[in-house]
Nanobody, 115 residues
Framework: QVQVVESGGGLVQPGGSLRLSCAASGIRFSIYDMGWYRQAPGKQRELVAFITSGGSTNYADSVKGRFSILRDNAKNTVTLQMNSLNPEDTAVYYC?????????WGQGTQVSVSS
């Protein structure tokens, strides 16, 4: 059974930091491209950060220089370090595992940035 489980969300003040973690099981993690997406109320889900199976990364322009995605193939995890958070980063954050012919989503974790 495939499981993709996010953790680490919460409430943080503007300028603060959070680290999200995603643990995947039931898949051959190392061959999957992994991504973090987010969806704010009333908006479409958008890509935040992406890391390929080979370790190449890509970031949305809105988070470049503030967020960092890392993967640990030994632990089957991918993390998203988020710094200098602002209220516009408030959203449900989803972990995504992708191959050309299949994909899996986590259930999401809420990140709220507010004073």
């Amino acid at each position: 059974q495939v499981q993709v489980v996010e953790s680490g969300g919460g409430l943080v003040q503007p300028g603060g930091s959070l680290r999200l973690s995603c643990a995947a099981s039931g898949i051959r993690f190392s061959i999957y491209d992994m991504g973090w997406y987010r969806q704010a109320p009333g908006k479409q889900r958008e890509l935040v950060a992406f890391i390929t199976s080979g370790g190449s990364t890509n970031y949305a322009d809105s988070v470049k220089g503030r967020f960092s995605i890392l993967r640990d193939n030994a632990k089957n995890t991918v993390t998203l370090q988020m710094n200098s958070l602002n209220p516009e980063d408030t959203a449900v954050y989803y972990c995504h595992a992708r191959l050309p012919n299949r994909q899996y989503w986590g259930q999401g974790t809420q990140v709220s940035v507010s004073s």
